[in-house]
């Protein structure tokens, strides 16, 4: 079997989305794509799988895919890396690349375990490429963050920048950046939790709505979208046109506009507490990981 394949260990939302792009764009070649997944025989997503692209190498041993690959994505439960990573060192070598997407994760952690190059990946949902297309082009969805060790090479650095690049935004964190874990847990929630934290406000702005008119869910949802991307597409792209512009362009002095942003910035000790009571999670998990890779907690 030829070696150096690319290979995907695990293959639940994250493993479906990053296997999807690379083979609708045409990054690599099927038969170049090895999965590993608990039961392979028994899924149907699995059997979906094969009945598009049936020159996929699967199996049920990370150990099996460790051998043939130096580009290893692992995509599951940030709990279980651990454990993954314990079953593929004794199968990997100095030109072995591991890639992960587990949140809550530091490189000090991975250095309990094994000492290779590493480099975390914290995508999101939206960046999923329709079917359709073959290419976002200038189109890209979502943005990726990216963090590497300090074995990563250069070369492998920029392979898998430029990978990413062809389908989202990136944002790759040093380790200045590092050093104050606090950054990747905000930019986390911004990004890879942002889209269903942004659903959900859209969802409950729609239902309240619905209460104080006649107009349905999905003229509401229509409008609020369309007023949402819009506004988005024109603060990403327009220089002249900064936050503290749309909103001093939108609003007028005792209008309505303004006295919805008055009330917002009078009580955004809710966003405040929003904020940190996902910041407290993420130390209650930072503890359980300290405790998981026999490090201190502080």
Not at 165 to 179: A, M
Not at 227 to 238: C, E, G, V
């Amino acid at each position: 079997m030829q070696l150096n394949k690319i290979a995907i260990i695990g293959y639940g939302n994250m493993g479906n989305l990053l296997l999807n792009n690379f083979l609708n764009l045409n990054l690599f070649k099927e038969e170049n794509i090895i999965i590993s997944t608990r039961n392979p025989k028994k899924s149907k997503k699995i059997d979906d799988l094969i009945k598009i692209y049936p020159k996929i190498t699967l199996s049920s041993s990370n150990e099996f895919v460790a051998k043939l690959s130096e580009k290893i994505f692992i995509c599951v439960e940030t709990f279980q890396l651990k454990t993954i990573l314990e079953e593929i060192k004794p199968f990997i070598n100095k030109n072995t690349h591991i890639i992960h997407c587990c949140a809550g994760i530091s490189f000090k952690m991975i250095s309990k375990v094994i000492d290779a190059k590493v480099s975390q990946i914290i995508p999101t949902t939206v960046s999923q490429v329709d079917n359709n297309l073959k290419s976002f082009k200038d189109n890209k969805n979502g943005i990726t963050l990216i963090s590497h060790n300090d074995n990563v090479l250069d070369v492998d650095k920029k392979f898998l920048e430029n990978l990413f690049e062809n389908f989202t935004y990136i944002n790759v964190f040093d380790n200045q950046k590092l050093d104050d874990e606090r950054n990747l847990e905000i930019a986390t929630i911004l990004s890879s939790c942002g889209p269903a934290l942004i659903a959900m406000m859209i969802n409950q702005i729609i239902n309240i709505s619905i209460e104080n008119s006649s107009l349905n869910h999905n003229e509401l949802e229509y409008i609020l979208i369309k007023t949402i991307k819009s506004t988005a597409i024109k603060l990403d792209t327009d220089n002249n046109m900064s936050i503290t512009d749309m909103i001093n362009k939108t609003a007028t002095k005792g209008g309505i506009t303004q006295i919805g942003i008055d009330y917002i910035e009078e009580n955004n000790q809710i966003i405040n507490d929003f904020l940190n009571i996902l910041l407290n999670k993420y130390d209650i998990v930072k503890k359980e990981l300290n405790n998981q890779y026999d490090l201190d907690s502080k």
